[in-house]
């Protein structure tokens, strides 16, 4: 936790924890619709953008990625899984995309100008960790403690309403298998990818073949080239020079670990204190797992709202629909407070 600063804190009407998909149509519908700007964003990476800042990971033809020694996904790359068409506000309709299924790339490109439209960037505190929030009763507001990621300066920020949009394809699934820290190789997951890795020459092992994003028509053609080992092996231990299997072992000069993301943790990174000191974790605990009013809202928690909570993802069609209705639910309850 961080100490609390002894300067005043700063205020904004409205603070929202995150700069991803969900945050920034929550500063554009503000404006829209209320013509409020009285928002800040606190942001832990350098940028926004959240997910489609994330996840990096290559893929183009004639990439690195298309001299891989072993792996199971390959000629990919970052990007999306809905038609572009779909991926996009209802307010910022996008006639230029590029593709049918757009990179991450484009994806980030089209973030930046919907951001830049609205003013947005700034708002946005970049590198800045929200490390606890906590209700204060006395004053009807909420008091964030704020961390500097590449200063270590602590301060503290109030605000009349808070949302958190902390996203959940950002925080990997942490490596639980044996013997990682001895791999003498690079190992990193798909979500922090290590582009200054070469993986040119090299035995490369992939450790999961999820369904993201397999539309590129290569890829079954793929598996059957001559430098491509597909195996459902179940990994049994890291050594320092590969794998072992229960089917044999591995060598591998890097690995890479498509194991998916902790969906399940809505807000992964900073404790939330409501009324009579209670924490969110300890709230949900009651419950059994994370739980909301409309996917968003918490009792004990006023004027706390999250945005594509529990419950919020839909399992198919576009996350920017589910998106603009988490943010729309809220607006109705607190609008009437906000003058």
């Known amino acids: 936790m961080a100490s609390k600063s002894t300067d005043v804190p700063t205020y904004s009407q409205i603070a929202c924890v995150g700069a991803g998909l969900s945050a920034v149509a929550l500063g554009a519908t503000l404006q829209r619709w209320y013509g ?33 020694s072993i792996q199971t996904n390959i000629l990919v790359g970052c990007g999306c899984d ?15 995309w590029t593709k049918l299924m757009p990179s991450n790339k484009e994806i980030k490109e089209y973030i930046d100008d919907v951001v830049d439209t609205y003013n947005l960037l700034p708002k946005m505190s970049f590198e800045t960790e929200v490390v606890r929030t906590v209700w204060r009763e006395d004053a009807n507001r909420w008091l964030l403690y704020l961390r500097e990621l590449k200063t270590g300066r602590e301060y503290t920020h109030e605000c009349q309403i808070l949302f958190a949009a902390t996203g959940q394809l950002v925080e990997p699934r942490p490596c639980e298998i044996p013997g990682a820290s001895d791999f003498r190789g690079s190992i990193f997951h798909s979500a922090r990818w290590d582009h200054s890795v070469d993986l040119n020459g090299k035995n490369v092992v992939v450790i999961g073949n999820g369904c993201m994003r397999i539309f590129d028509p290569g890829y079954l053609e793929s598996l059957h080239q001559d430098n491509v080992l597909l195996t459902d092996a179940k990994t049994e231990r890291i050594t320092e020079e590969g794998i072992e299997t229960d089917k044999g072992f591995i060598p591998a000069d890097v690995i890479v670990l498509a194991t998916g993301f902790q969906t399940n943790k809505f807000i992964p990174y900073m404790d939330v204190v409501g009324r009579n000191g209670e924490t969110v974790s300890k709230h949900w605990g009651r419950y059994g797992g994370p739980a909301a009013y409309n996917c968003s809202a918490l009792n004990g928690f006023p004027n706390f709202f999250i945005l594509l909570g529990p419950n919020a993802a839909t399992g198919h069609t576009s996350a920017m629909m589910a998106a603009e209705k988490s943010v729309a639910c809220p607006f109705h309850l607190f609008y009437p407070s906000l003058y």
């Not at 409020?36 to 990439?63: A, C, K, V």
């Not at 809905?82 to 230029?96: D, E, Q, R, W």
Request: hydrophobic share 30%; glycine share 8%.
């Open 36 to 68: 409020l700007e009285d928002i800040q964003f606190f942001e832990r990476h350098p940028t926004s953008g959240g997910t489609w800042y994330i996840n990096s990971y290559p893929g183009d033809r004639g990439s690195a990625l298309s001299h891989f």
């Open 82 to 96: 809905v038609p572009s068409a779909l991926y996009s506000f209802s307010f910022a309709p996008n006639p230029n």
